[in-house]
């Protein structure tokens, strides 16, 4: 089975920079996600990690540990439209379709 | 990307009825899927829409409750039946372009919000 474990909520200072984590247990990983989605709105897709190391694009990064079984969803300069819940998700085994943790709340004030 | 409609947006039901929710697409896709997320919990697959044939159901989730249709490339409907108050959630309908590969970007609908009372 798969296991993914994410805190269910932050809060950050606008222009500040959060980290949000996720730990994960699974056999066969393909990939792991990270999707955002504000409230009443559908999942949209962040980013993708296959390789170990760290993904940047623009404001967002995402970082993939295969060996701790660990990622995290860097945010720079966060404004008050990046709050969100923010969904890691997990490929593993013979299917593709992700499996989606509960999802992080991300709140951005002033 | 895809453009992804779903109607209806919202529903107010009684108990013991069944709603059909409808998935459409801009452009063909090859996988379609419907989701479940209930109230501070996670995207939860019901199951995968399979063009001309029955659809592929999650652990949990049967055809009898929840029947799905899948006509062409850019339509879906899933039926949730028999409601109860435990099946009010947002019913979200995702498609993939390609074969669902590793790394295939899944886009969502906007999500049929379900009240049953």
């Known amino acids: 089975g798969q296991n993914i474990d994410q805190p269910t909520e932050m809060t950050a200072t606008e222009g500040a920079i959060v980290q949000i984590n996720c730990t994960y247990q699974?056999?066969?990983?393909?990939?792991l996600f990270w999707y955002q989605q504000h409230a009443g709105e559908a999942p949209t897709f962040l980013s993708y990690?296959?390789?170990?190391g760290l993904e940047e694009k623009g404001r967002f990064s995402s970082f993939l540990s295969r060996s701790k079984g660990y990622s995290y969803l860097l945010l720079k300069e966060l404004q008050m439209k990046d709050s969100a819940s923010y969904l890691c998700?997990?490929?593993?085994?013979?299917?593709?379709?992700?499996?989606f943790g509960r999802g992080t709340s991300l709140i951005v004030h002033p | 990307s895809a453009v992804i409609s779903q109607k209806p947006s919202r529903d107010i039901c009684q108990r013991g009825t069944s709603l059909t929710i409808q998935c459409q697409v801009d452009?063909?896709?090859?996988?379609m899927f419907w989701y479940r997320q209930q109230p501070g919990q996670s995207l939860t697959l019901i199951a995968t829409?399979?063009?001309?044939?029955?659809?592929?159901?999650e652990s949990g989730f049967v055809i009898d409750k929840f029947p799905i249709s899948r006509p062409n490339l850019t339509f879906s409907t899933l039926t949730v039946s028999n409601m109860s108050p435990e099946d009010s959630s947002i019913y979200l309908c995702?498609?993939?372009?390609?074969?669902?590969?590793?790394?295939?970007?899944?886009?969502f609908g906007p999500g049929t919000r379900l009240l049953v009372l």
């Open positions: 990690n296959v390789l170990d």
């Open positions: 699974t056999s066969g990983f393909n990939g």
């Open positions: 829409a399979n063009q001309g044939s029955e659809a592929t159901y």
């Open positions: 452009s063909q896709v090859t996988m």
């Open positions: 998700a997990l490929s593993s085994g013979g299917s593709y379709i992700p499996t």
């Open positions: 995702s498609v993939s372009r390609t074969s669902g590969g590793a790394g295939e970007t899944q886009y």
